[in-house]
């Protein structure tokens, strides 16, 4: 791909998500609707996807930020709902959706049906994750949907090598199925195990930033490209390590903390912007190599997978959600009681996205024996409207079906009180260390100082609490918005006079900067205090 053509699909991508959040549609929808209008413009390149590229060069950091910003704790609560859908229903998914296909195309093979089947079987972890987060959704369907779309690729990128296996000839049995499933996923973690402590051990021991992260950057692509090198899953590798960073995240020092999370943000916005305009990009492509099928025929092909893929979903989820909890005294008193509307939640939630179109594109176009890939065209086409179907249509659906569902909304007060009562447990732990490392006489600081060092706490720990109480009646702020809103102009008027000076020839730049620098520091601090 042309240098220029790269870098205008990313500005294109990223003005096209920064106006969406300007709007009520999900950025990822709106992204993959300007791909698919973009593809037929005149003038605009072909961007054809790469799996070479996409696999372990995009989805890697995709899923290491995607599970640094999850729950350790929480996904481990939901272990079991999270296994039965990123496991058992990619599964069955592979299996029912491919046999659909097999009974719906004729002519077409078992073995191509059921790749086919594993293709379309994984719901999108980007897509999952920023529609989830968009829509406020209650905090257990959050975690349930995010865990799914971290583990399943790693389910359907297996069972999609098992059944191509079948499709080319490669003679791989049920048998050899298993085995393959059960190495791929057992190696997956065991790499992860074994790099998750020595990576962690090396961030907390490097003492300067910049090396900090840049190991952070390559961290996901060295976890999955030495899982892969070793056959195992490269998904699980890179899900595994980011877990534990991230739970293991306080543990590094603030400066690191401060700027990888600044440069993940970045990284992952650039991505998911990319990826999803990618997307829809794909649409002159795979329509123009339909040949010998029909575009009618292939419409009507489509529908039928789409639907097979979104009626399968629910016949998964319903069973999945009471079952368990119908036979098993224990589930029911260790988790929380539910109803209809969570599971009809999360099976409308099943979105694909890039995953499934970057393991389609990866088919090979002729068998072991030299013959062509049977449908290879008809299986790109079905994967892609499949995509586009569950991304525009469930996406755009899934926020008026919420509303509809009058689901309980975050409670924000109960929320700032328990971050209140935290803060303040905090605070006084702070207030005695803080008394008992001043009367050590080599810690003595004059009082200005040591009061100083008090009264930092005490904004501290007021800050959360002020947020809880009554605003200005002419501003409408609160004691706390208005604090960090005075700091910022207090802020900006040091800022005005340093670079006043420095036009002065007073100071020099590089003296500015140091200046600037700790100011910057001052107000992240300030706004932090509140936010």
């Known amino acids: 791909m042309d240098v220029l053509h790269l870098v205008g699909l990313i500005a294109v991508s990223a003005a096209v998500a920064g106006a969406a959040r300007r709007t009520p549609v999900p950025a990822p929808l709106l992204l993959v609707t300007a791909g698919l209008i973009a593809s037929y413009v005149p003038g605009v390149p072909d961007y054809v996807l790469d799996p070479h590229i996409v696999l372990p060069l995009v989805l890697p950091p995709l899923l290491h930020t995607a599970a640094l910003d999850s729950s350790y704790l929480d996904l481990r609560a939901n272990a079991r709902p999270i296994a039965l859908l990123s496991v058992g229903y990619t599964l069955f998914a592979t299996v029912t959706v491919g046999y659909f296909a097999y009974l719906l195309v004729p002519d077409l093979p078992l073995a191509a049906a059921l790749v086919l089947g594993a293709v379309v079987a994984p719901p999108d972890a980007v897509a999952a994750t920023a529609v989830a987060r968009r829509l406020g959704l209650p905090h257990r369907i959050t975690t349930i949907l995010q865990g799914e779309s971290l583990v399943n690729d790693a389910t359907a990128i297996t069972a999609y090598k098992v059944a191509l296996a079948a499709a080319v000839g490669a003679g791989a049995g049920w048998v050899d199925g298993v085995r393959e499933f059960a190495l791929a996923a057992l190696g997956g973690i065991a790499v992860g195990l074994a790099l998750m402590v020595p990576i962690h051990w090396l961030r907390t021991h490097l003492t300067e930033p910049l090396l900090q992260n840049t190991l952070s950057l390559l961290i996901p692509f060295a976890a999955y490209a030495l899982a892969e090198q070793v056959q195992a899953s490269g998904v699980l590798a890179v899900v595994v390590v980011a877990l534990y960073l991230g739970h293991h995240d306080w543990q590094v020092d603030f400066a690191t903390r401060l700027q990888e999370g600044a440069v993940w943000k970045v990284v992952a916005f650039i991505l998911e912007s990319s990826v999803f305009a990618l997307i829809g990009l794909q649409l002159s492509f795979v329509v123009s ?10 419409l009507t092909y489509a529908v039928g997978v789409f639907a097979a893929v979104v009626v399968m979903r629910f016949v998964w989820v319903f069973p999945a959600t009471f079952l368990p909890r119908m036979l098993s005294a224990r589930i029911r008193e260790r988790e929380p009681d539910t109803n209809w509307t969570a599971p009809l939640i999360v099976g409308w939630a099943g979105m694909r996205g890039v995953v499934s179109l970057a393991i389609a594109f990866s088919i090979p176009v002729v068998t072991e024996d030299g013959e062509p890939f049977p449908a290879r065209n008809l299986v790109l086409f079905l994967t892609f409207t499949t995509v586009i179907g569950t991304l525009v249509g469930q996406g755009l659906t899934l926020p008026p079906l919420i509303r509809a569902l009058k689901l309980p909304a975050r409670d ?86 340093f670079v006043e000076l420095r036009n002065l020839r007073e100071i020099d730049d590089e003296m500015m900067r140091t200046l600037l620098r700790r100011l910057d520091l001052e107000e992240a601090a300030a706004y932090r205090e509140g936010a």
């Open 289 to 298: 190599g339909l040949g010998a099928y029909g575009v009618v025929e292939s």
């Open 412 to 497: 924000v007060y109960a929320e700032t009180l328990a971050e209140a009562q935290a803060q303040s447990q905090a605070s006084a732990a702070a207030e005695r260390q803080l008394e008992r490392l001043l009367a050590d006489p080599g810690n003595r600081l004059p009082q200005p100082l040591a009061d100083r060092l008090r009264s930092v706490l005490e904004r501290r720990r007021n800050s959360v609490w002020e947020r809880l109480g009554s605003v200005n009646e002419e501003t409408g702020e609160s004691a706390d918005d208005t604090y960090r809103r005075l700091a910022r102009e207090m802020i900006a008027a040091e800022r005005d006079v």
